[in-house]
Nanobody, 120 residues
Framework: QVQLVESGGGLVQAGGSLRLSCAAS????????MGWYRQAPGKQRELVAI???????NIADSVKGRFTISGDIAEKMVSLQMNSLKPEDTAVYYC??????????????WGQGTQVTVSS
């Protein structure tokens, strides 16, 4: 079965940093990108960052300049470096594997999520 496992979440004070990592099972074919969504209580799920196997990345305006996505998509590994964290970054972060074509992105597989809590 397809599995995605996230790690690196936790508690951090405002201004601190965390690094999230995700490893997906290798039995995934035909998908060329990985990324991160997040969802805070009472808010819509938000696409945070994506990266294609060609190295193309897209970062949400809300985290641009603070978050960086990196990884090896062919190896089904991706990380999200989060700096200068703010309380509004508090959310469950979900790793995903999907398809990126131009500005289009569709997430096909999801991890169970990792909690990030930023205290004020």
């Amino acid at each position: 079965q397809v599995q995605l496992v996230e790690s690196g979440g936790g508690l951090v004070q405002a201004g601190g940093s965390l690094r999230l990592s995700c490893a997906a099972s290798r039995n995934i074919f035909g998908l060329n990108a990985m990324g991160w969504y997040r969802q805070a209580p009472g808010k819509q799920r938000e696409l945070v960052a994506i990266m294609s196997n060609s190295g193309r990345t897209n970062i949400a305006d809300s985290v641009k300049g603070r978050f960086t996505i990196s990884g090896d998509i062919a190896e089904k590994m991706v990380s999200l470096q989060m700096n200068s964290l703010k309380p509004e970054d508090t959310a469950v972060y979900y790793c995903n594997v999907g398809v990126m074509r131009g500005t289009y992105y569709s997430a096909n597989y999801w991890g169970q999520g990792t909690q990030v809590t930023v205290s004020s």
